[in-house]
Nanobody, 122 residues
Framework: QVRLVESGGGLVQAGDSLTLTCAAS????????IAWFRQAPGKEREFVAA????????KSADSVKGRFVISRDNAKNMVWLQMISLKPEDTAVYFC???????????????WGQGTQVTVSS
C-alpha cells in the first residue's frame, strides 16, 4: 500500500519555474515506478513524466521535454517534478501515481495522489 500526496502547485507567470513534490508513505516505495500525469479543464488526463524504481531511467512527454525533470529519493520516499519555462498550456491539475510497471501508463497505476493545481498565466 502506498499513499501519495502532491504539493507545490500554485499560480505563476509564463516563463517561471515550479517544483512539484510527491511524498509517499509505505515501506515498499522503491518497488514502484512513479509517474506524473496532468489534466487540464475539459481535457483527458495525460502522461507527463515517469521515473523507474531505482531512478536510473526516466521518460517524459514530448510537450515537456527539455523543460520538466523528474527525480526521486527513495530514502526520503519523495519524487519531484522540476518545471522550468512554464507555458499557459501547462495549466492543469498534476497527479503523481505509483505503478508496478515501467514505464507506467494510466491503467497500470495502482495508487494516485489527490492532485495539485498548477496555473500559468500569460
Amino acid at each position: 500500500q502506498v499513499r501519495l500526496v502532491e504539493s507545490g502547485g500554485g499560480l505563476v507567470q509564463a516563463g517561471d519555474s515550479l517544483t512539484l513534490t510527491c511524498a509517499a508513505s509505505g515501506r515498499t516505495f522503491d518497488a514502484y515506478a512513479i509517474a506524473w500525469f496532468r489534466q487540464a479543464p475539459g481535457k483527458e488526463r495525460e502522461f507527463v513524466a515517469a521515473i523507474s524504481w531505482s531512478g536510473n531511467s526516466t521518460k517524459s512527454a514530448d510537450s515537456v521535454k527539455g523543460r520538466f525533470v523528474i527525480s526521486r529519493d527513495n530514502a526520503k520516499n519523495m519524487v519531484w517534478l522540476q518545471m522550468i519555462s512554464l507555458k499557459p498550456e501547462d495549466t492543469a491539475v498534476y497527479f503523481c501515481a505509483a505503478s508496478s510497471w515501467y514505464p507506467p501508463v494510466e491503467s497500470t497505476c495502482d495508487y494516485w495522489g489527490q492532485g495539485t493545481q498548477v496555473t500559468v498565466s500569460s
